[in-house]
């Protein structure tokens, strides 16, 4: 709701000329229709950019890579979104002119660090307005109240009770009735997968090829990189895969609670990790898992751009170089299943685990 009312806000307390940016990474709406929108609000000029392609293999595929989780269950879509976004709308300003940036993120919360970091790493020079943290708007329900008067066109997403993100690779929700933890989401709150208890009686199998620690293909067939988390999606979402409830510990050291859905990331994580214990030797495996934790904890705070990550995506890169194969997975209502491991780099022998089962009897 914020980032809809920013523009006329901006007008009249900066008396500056506002460009709006709006960067498609595979949210759920229409951006086509964002145009028509910021124009009305006051925008001088619009940018809309498909940045879907350069979502998947310059930050998703990484992050794949280096297996990092967020405190064991959040695959950080939002988080890694953030530095994406923040870069292209400061190569738009100074290809403007622009003396100033801003964010609609709230006052409180992890964004606004993400943004923040990603604008000063790029152009320090520029001033940053984080509106929420100037103005007098406290609530969604004063922000709505604003929005009305200034005739600013209010959507269903914006007149919602909760927070809402969603990209290419998962759909987050957070504040309303999701803060009393005692509750659970409403049953018909998610967007992306199906109750698991709805979802289709009978098992459902993918496999997922991989070359170079990426999917590349599905059931033997080449698939490129959007179009195959899209895919992965669909079928998770109906077999009601990557819903995940967490109470997590954040930026400010205060704890909150996000549902996420998912689908395709997690299956493409748990086919990732399963053709890892095919490939990679136990002490290189280990070493890795210990930095999946520092990198989650990288993209979480929003130092993306820094060269710890640039390092750490280094090491991950070399660890990823064998991890080519494919892993077949059954999916029911909510479950997963590994059916099949399959790699030309595979370390496993089934001649020396027998033997080795045998001396374990």
Same mark, same amino acid.
């Given at each position: 709701m914020?980032t809809?009312i920013?523009?006329p806000?901006?007008?009249?307390n900066y008396?500056c000329?506002?460009?709006a940016?709006?960067?498609?990474? $595979?949210?759920? !709406?229409?951006?086509?229709?964002?145009?028509a929108?910021?124009?009305r609000?006051?925008?001088?000029k619009?940018?809309i950019?498909d940045l879907r392609?350069e979502?998947?293999t310059?930050?998703?595929?990484?992050l794949?890579?280096?297996?990092?989780?967020y405190?064991?269950a959040?695959?950080? &879509?939002?988080?890694?979104? =953030?530095?994406l976004?923040?870069?292209?709308?400061i190569? %738009?300003? %100074?290809?403007?002119?622009?003396?100033a940036?801003a964010?609609?993120?709230?006052?409180i $919360?992890?964004?606004q660090v993400?943004?923040e970091?990603?604008?000063?790493a790029?152009?320090p020079q520029?001033k940053?307005?984080?509106?929420?943290? !100037?103005?007098?708007? =406290?609530?969604?329900?004063?922000?709505?109240? +604003?929005?009305?008067e200034?005739?600013?066109?209010?959507?269903?997403a914006?007149e919602? /009770?909760y927070?809402?993100d969603?990209n290419?690779?998962?759909?987050s929700y957070? $504040?309303?009735t999701?803060d009393d933890?005692? !509750?659970a989401p @409403?049953?018909d709150?998610?967007?992306?997968t199906?109750?698991?208890?709805?979802?289709?009686? &009978?098992?459902?199998e993918?496999?997922?090829?991989?070359?170079? $620690?990426v999917?590349?293909?599905?059931?033997?067939?080449s698939? @490129? @990189?959007?179009?195959?988390?899209?895919d992965?999606?669909?079928?998770?979402? /109906?077999?009601?895969?990557?819903?995940?409830?967490l109470?997590e510990?954040?930026?400010?050291?205060?704890?909150?609670r &996000?549902i996420?859905?998912? @689908?395709g990331g997690?299956? %493409?994580?748990?086919?990732?990790?399963e053709?890892?214990?095919?490939v990679?030797?136990r =002490?290189t495996?280990?070493?890795?898992?210990?930095?999946?934790i520092?990198?989650?904890?990288?993209?979480?705070?929003?130092?993306?751009f820094?060269?710890?990550r !640039?390092a750490l995506?280094?090491?991950?890169?070399?660890?990823n170089?064998?991890?080519k194969?494919?892993i077949?997975?059954?999916? +029911?209502?909510?479950? %997963?299943?590994?059916?099949?491991?399959?790699?030309?780099?595979?370390l496993?022998?089934?001649d020396v685990?027998s033997?080795?089962a045998?001396a374990?009897l």
């Open positions: 914020g809809s920013i523009i806000w901006l007008k009249e008396g000329e506002v460009i940016v709006v960067a498609d990474v $595979g949210q759920d !709406e229409e951006v086509h229709k964002l145009e929108k910021a124009l609000s006051g925008a001088s619009v940018f950019d392609k979502f998947v310059g930050y998703l595929w990484p794949l890579k280096s297996g990092a989780v405190e064991g959040y695959l950080l &879509g939002s988080s890694i979104a =953030r530095p976004i923040a870069k292209r709308q190569e %738009i300003a %100074i290809q403007e002119g622009a003396d940036v964010h609609g993120c709230p006052a $919360g992890n964004d993400r943004f970091r990603a604008y000063t790029f152009a520029l940053i307005i984080a509106p929420w943290r !100037e103005w007098n708007i =406290r609530s969604r329900y004063e922000a709505l109240s +604003y929005a009305r200034h005739r600013i066109q209010v959507t269903a914006d919602s /009770t927070s809402h969603s290419l690779w998962h759909m957070e $504040g309303g999701l933890l005692t !509750e @409403p049953k709150f998610f967007e992306r199906m109750n698991p208890s709805a979802s289709p009686d &009978g098992d459902s993918i496999t997922i090829d991989f070359d170079n $620690g999917p590349v293909g599905l059931n033997g067939t698939i @490129p @990189p959007v179009q195959i988390i899209e992965l999606n669909e079928i998770g979402g /109906t077999n009601g895969i990557g819903r995940v409830d109470v510990d954040c930026n400010e050291d205060v704890k909150s &996000g996420y859905e998912t @689908p997690t299956l %493409i994580t748990t086919a990732h990790r053709l890892e214990s095919l990679l030797d =002490r495996r280990h070493q890795k898992e210990i930095l999946a520092n990198y989650a904890q990288l993209v979480y705070d929003g130092h993306w820094s060269p710890l !640039e995506d280094a090491f991950f890169a070399k660890t170089e064998k991890i194969g494919s077949t997975l059954s999916l +029911y209502k909510g479950n %997963i299943v590994v059916k099949s491991r399959k790699s030309p780099n595979s496993y022998r089934a685990a033997l080795a045998q374990h």
